[in-house]
């Protein structure tokens, strides 16, 4: 089974190794570690040197200390609650083992008179003689103590001693692996090889040790797979050849030209960047990230009809179908009256449904809108040219890449995403993806002011709302998010609307967790139509969704919330020329650190500045629910601490891409690495 070469040992079972059965097995599975290979990435975190013994006479009090005694004599007493002990010594001197609640018939197998034993424990000092009381690590084997042993955070149901021997196990028979990095990488590093690395990573003495060469390494190993990965889905995607479209600028600068507002220039470039990639014999695969409100829909649209006037069709997938809904009556309004535009909603009459499926499938629609419905299997088109997915972040690298192969042969894709992270996260979610970025946002947009505000200040906020409902505004109500608890969500947020209907009779409406589709529908549409003033939610309300009449936001324990998501909710309200506000409110005065945080959020309206921040503060796990999406969290890498490794990461990916380098030697880190399991075929 062993072959130390082989990286394949790392990815064995957990039951090939000594001491572990099915009952450690299961309990590591629940800690999402599979295989040996999971167990690395399981680091100490503390230590205790249990390896140098000292005689009785110069024991220290209070410490953990190392023994080689010889048990002298049993003392059993026999009342009940007084603990039993046993006399022992050395040439020096003499030291008392006390044990409470054991039996006589263990502490005479773990203490044999006469024999020489080694002990380690904490030394304490009773009626003038050295005691240890409840010794753990007792042997005759000396060799078992006398070694540093391993602190884990322990999974529930699994000793130190077993996680001691199970690490053990793996770093001894750890492989040699050949090495995959070019000569100059590796000099970065010290030239230190992966086996030693993770030997050193491993070793007590090197806890937290972040800046060695050892620990460096092994974080660009990987992120240098990721990009890797990455690398290969985006050469796999290029190669797909297409026919060109040939766009009409005449027919698009007759659309820009009609807007009652000119184009910022990143809406500009990034159109540009789209055009390009639509004029081209290579599949498009892009992003369009941009900050909520950046205005991504009209270059969709754009690129859109550049598509349709090619020839081609489009279908246009929104998260929700009011989103797909707003989508398509701008579209109605903007395009010339000869493209057809036609929606598919799920309430649509079976009888409606089929007509369109037959249009499409004839070619009589230009361009459909939908939610992912459009992707059905008995939908056809007969010349579909581009997809356009709003809003799908959480979309995995996996789902990208199905998506990718749909459509067909002529079929580019393009996405968009209002979740601006900072560029070292890009490049490791996004990187299968060519990227446009908007950051700039349109000038007419007055900043949303942003106040934090206690709760028991609620009259003031009260007042406030009752002002701006009076002049005709809406107000988005966000209730305390308690992630432990479902059902306590739900029920703060009934509690809070039945005091603000109280407060504003018929005037407030509901969104939570158990609201089902058709409701939640149903409920934004008439929020939507300005039926009601206020709308009070627990779930992030939908992103994308344009509610110009909503210039208010409040939000609730607004330090449940990351900065990143703070800042997307307030981006609901302030996308007209409205002036708008956000009022944070907290349950008790702010610690300093929260009031820094919130400081970040009043002073800038730039998402990838905060989203920088947030990730400073928190983690880059955390921003943005990444975690939950199947992204892969790196053990190691952090883009924040590590950014320097991944733009080295990145300068060594292009220059294998741009020298045709074989990347067959990378094949024991992609399979070790890549949990994604998405390059199989690389030999
Ligand atoms: P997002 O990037 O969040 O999808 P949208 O495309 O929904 O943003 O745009 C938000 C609002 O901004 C829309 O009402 C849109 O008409 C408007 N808008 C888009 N581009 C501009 C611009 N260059 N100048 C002014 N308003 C714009
Ligand atoms: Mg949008």
């Known amino acids: 089974m062993k072959n130390k070469t082989n990286y394949e040992y790392l990815l064995s079972d957990l039951s090939s190794l000594r001491g572990v059965g099915t009952k450690t097995k299961n309990l590591l599975k629940n800690k999402n570690i599979n295989n040996l290979f ?29 023994v080689n005694i010889t048990p002298q004599k049993y003392n059993f007493p026999r009342i009940r609650k007084l603990p039993n002990r046993v006399v022992c010594s050395d040439e020096t001197g003499e030291i008392d083992f006390v044990f409470f609640n054991s039996y006589e018939g263990y502490i005479k197998k773990i203490l044999p008179l006469g024999k020489e034993i080694t002990v380690s424990g904490k030394v304490g000092y009773f009626r003038n003689k050295y005691q240890m009381t409840n010794p753990k690590y007792v042997s005759e084997d000396a060799s078992l103590i006398k070694q540093t042993h391993n602190k884990y955070s322990l999974t529930e149901g699994i000793s130190e001693k077993i996680y001691n021997r199970i690490m053990r196990q793996i770093i001894d028979n750890l492989p040699v692996l050949n090495e995959w990095h070019s000569k100059s990488i590796l000099s970065k ?15 007590p003495e090197n806890i937290g040790n972040y800046k060695s060469n050892f620990y460096q390494r092994l974080a660009f190993d990987e992120i240098f797979s990721t990009f890797l990965v990455n690398s290969e889905i985006r050469k796999k995607i290029k190669k797909i050849k297409k026919k060109n479209k040939v766009i009409n600028y005449n027919a698009q600068n007759n659309i820009i030209n009609r807007l009652d507002f000119s184009l910022t220039n990143d809406q500009l470039k990034s159109l540009n960047e789209i055009n390009k990639d639509l004029c081209s014999t290579s599949k498009m695969f892009r992003l369009l990230q941009g900050d909520v409100g950046s205005g991504k829909t009209i ?5 859109a009809i550049n598509t349709i006037n090619s020839g081609y069709q489009v279908a246009f997938m929104a998260p929700t179908e009011i989103l797909a809904r707003q989508h398509f009556t701008l579209a109605k309004k903007i395009f010339p009256k000869n493209i057809n535009i036609d929606l598919i909603s799920g309430k649509s009459e079976y009888k409606l449904k089929k007509e369109i499926h037959k249009k499409l499938e004839n070619n009589k629609i230009n361009i459909i809108f939908g939610t992912h419905a459009i992707f059905q299997k008995k939908i056809i088109f007969k010349k579909l040219g581009l997809i356009i997915i709003d809003e799908q972040h959480k979309f995995g690298v996996n789902q990208r890449k199905k998506l990718s192969d749909k459509g067909g042969t002529n079929c580019d894709v393009l996405l968009m995403t209002a979740t601006p992270i900072p560029r070292t996260l890009t490049m490791t979610i996004y990187g299968d993806m060519d990227i446009s970025i908007i950051r700039e946002k349109p000038k007419n947009r007055k900043p949303i002011k942003t106040y934090s505000k206690l709760e028991i200040k609620i009259e003031d906020v009260l007042k406030f709302i009752k002002k701006e409902i009076k002049i005709g505004n809406q107000i988005f109500w966000v209730c305390p998010l308690i992630e432990e608890s479902k059902k306590l969500d739900h ?41 009601f003033k206020i709308l009070v939610s627990t779930t992030i309300i939908e992103v994308g969704i344009d509610f110009p009449n909503a210039n208010v936001i409040v939000i609730e324990n607004a330090n449940k919330f990351g900065l990143s998501q703070l ?22 005065n702010l610690s300093e650190n929260a009031k820094k945080r919130i400081k970040i959020l009043k002073n800038t309206n730039d998402g990838f500045l905060i989203s920088e921040e947030d990730m400073k503060l928190r983690g880059f796990g955390d921003i943005l629910g990444f975690k939950q999406s199947g992204i892969k969290n790196f053990k190691l890498a952090d883009p924040i601490h590590n950014s320097d490794l991944f733009l080295l ?16 030697k990378f094949k024991p880190l992609i399979k070790l690495y890549d949990r ?3 390059i199989n075929d690389i030999a």
Request: aromatic share 6%.
């Open 38 to 66: 999971d167990l690395l990435w399981k680091l100490p975190k503390s230590y205790t040197d249990r390896s140098l013994s000292a005689k009785i006479k110069d024991l220290k009090i209070g410490e953990i200390q190392t």
């Open 189 to 203: 590093f010290k030239n230190i090889s992966w086996n030693s690395s993770i030997k050193e990573l491993h070793k």
């Open 299 to 303: 270059v969709s649209l754009l690129a």
């Open 491 to 531: 029920s703060s947020a009934i509690k809070k609307f039945r005091f603000l209907n109280q407060k504003f009779p018929n005037q407030v409406c509901l969104l939570h967790g158990k609201t089902n589709n058709d409701e939640k529908n149903q409920i934004l549409n008439n929020f939507l139509k300005n039926k």
């Open 567 to 588: 800042h997307q909710l307030r981006g609901r309200v302030g996308r007209g020329e409205i002036d708008s506000t956000c009022i944070l409110m907290f349950k008790s």
């Open 649 to 664: 990461a990145e300068k060594e990916m292009k220059r294998i891409e741009n020298s045709n380098e074989d990347i067959k």
């Open 676 to 678: 994604a399991d998405i």
